[in-house]
């Protein structure tokens, strides 16, 4: 097995390192991040940091990089206070991949990479109409990490879209709806179903249901 020290990650080329440590989380989700400032401009990003922060009231979290240039993203949510999540599919992707490169603010990469805005009536932010599992944010919070000067930026979920059904139990078919995953910069995935488990409990064994 390889080892990688401290010395050695800080030694590393620098797009190298950034592809080593991207990946280290393993497959993520990637989603587009829809925003719109005051003036109307809209904006579209990948995101691979979005995650589970609670149930109730319902949280998601997401990472935006340090500003030492612009950040588009966080900085139209700070003055609207939304946002739309936006899953992939195969169809979108390589839209959805363009969409990463630095277009200047005046530029919606909606029509750069020819996705197509959709408005939910009140709602102050873009959803892709192509995407088949979307929802809409608020802004609740936003968390300085003064480590590297990132910031966590945390909103409730407030809509919630797809093409199908939602189980009974409140389960959502990822596979089904074609959702995608990510790792490091540039390498995407497919999901396929391996198992469902039984909630664990000290005195029953593993169970697939």
Request: net charge negative.
């Amino acid at each position: 097995m390889k080892t990688f020290t401290a010395d050695d990650l800080e030694s590393m080329e620098k797009l190298a390192r950034v592809q080593l440590i991207t990946s280290l989380p393993g497959a993520k989700p990637i989603s587009l991040i829809g925003t719109t400032d005051g003036e109307g401009r809209t904006n579209l990003a990948p995101f691979s940091s979005v995650v589970h922060l609670g149930s109730n009231p319902p949280l998601l979290g997401m990472v935006s990089r340090p500003d030492l240039v612009e950040r588009h993203t966080l900085a139209n949510l700070m003055e609207t206070g939304a946002w739309t999540i936006n899953h992939l599919h195969e169809g979108i992707l390589d839209a959805a991949h363009q969409c990463s490169a630095r277009y200047d603010k005046e530029v919606s990469e909606f029509e750069a990479a020819g996705l197509t805005e959709c408005w939910v009536e009140g709602f102050a932010a873009p959803f892709v109409a192509e995407s088949r599992f979307r929802m809409g944010l608020e802004l609740e919070d936003l968390v300085d990490i003064s480590a590297n000067g990132t910031r966590l930026i945390i909103g409730r979920v407030v809509l919630v879209q797809l093409d199908g059904e939602v189980a009974a139990d409140g389960s959502v078919d990822l596979p089904g709806l074609g959702c995608l995953a990510s790792t490091a910069l540039d390498t995407y995935f497919s999901l396929q179903p391996l198992a469902r488990l039984a909630y664990a409990k000290p005195d029953r064994e593993p169970r697939r249901i």
